[in-house]
């Protein structure tokens, strides 16, 4: 696991009873927001083949609050990102060791062909 992708999955971790959302995640860990929409996800929802293998967190559409250019508050739609309860489940060490767990497996199925 990748040291960004510790990072974030430790803040939602840190905050998995509250509403937040990419953006709070990036300002948060103070890592650029493409970068913590990347790691999400890549690292962490998974897609294509590997998300089978991740699926440590989801996006739930929600709606916020926010303060518009006009200075009125206002509903807007939003993603929040949540623990699923595999994510709820797993550590930082656990994730690692499933990933190495699985490239030994495809290592020795490449082997055996």
Known sequence: MKENTKIV?????????EDITA???AEGTGLPIKSVNGII?????????????????????GTAMVVGEDGVEAPKAVKFIKLTDKGAESTVESIEAEELALAQAKLAAKIAE
């Open 41 to 61: 996800t890549s690292a962490l929802v998974g897609t294509g083949k590997n998300k089978e293998t991740k699926g440590y967190v989801e996006r739930v559409p």
């Open 9 to 17: 999955f430790n803040y939602i971790k840190e905050h998995a009873d």
């Open 23 to 25: 953006p709070e995640i």
